[in-house]
């Protein structure tokens, strides 16, 4: 059974690594704000009244899904072209949209959010928005 285990978690690994690289802080820092942003949404849905929905979650899961696709993309685009850019905006990009999220979602909670973190949000995706315009 240990075998198994073992062998899965290599297999596990090897794929990880082939995917994004180095694990690195932002790519952590991305799956805590999905995580986040999930249980938040999950949480306004009930409190609100419109209730959980199997098929919205699934597609919300399934959003996040593809999000991490184009983020492994973008790795395997900075390998191909010898360059550390690509999957650090993609990174970015994503962290910034999954933070409006969960700002959203504490919203429609009411719950308060720290005035000083919304404003750092609003300044990673006012620079976001401005990387996207030069393109």
Not at 19 to 24: C, R, T
Not at 86 to 115: C, D, H, K, Q, W
Request: glycine share 10%.
């Amino acid at each position: 059974m240990h075998v198994y285990l073992g062998s899965i978690c290599v297999v596990l690994g090897a794929a990880i690594s082939f995917s994004f690289g180095m694990w690195n802080e932002s790519l952590t820092f991305l799956l805590v704000v999905m995580a986040v942003d999930y249980i938040s949404g999950v949480a306004a849905a009930m409190k609100d009244g419109s209730g959980l929905n199997s098929n919205i979650g699934f597609w919300g899961l399934f959003k996040k899904g593809l999000m991490l696709l184009i983020v492994m993309i973008a790795h395997r685009i900075d390998l191909l072209f010898e360059i550390e850019l690509a999957m650090g905006g993609a990174i970015t990009f994503y962290i910034v949209n999954e933070l409006l999220s969960v700002m959203e979602n504490y919203g429609r909670l009411g719950m308060p959010f720290p005035p000083r973190l919304r404003r750092l949000i609003q300044v990673l995706r006012d620079r976001v928005e401005d990387d996207t315009k030069d393109e």
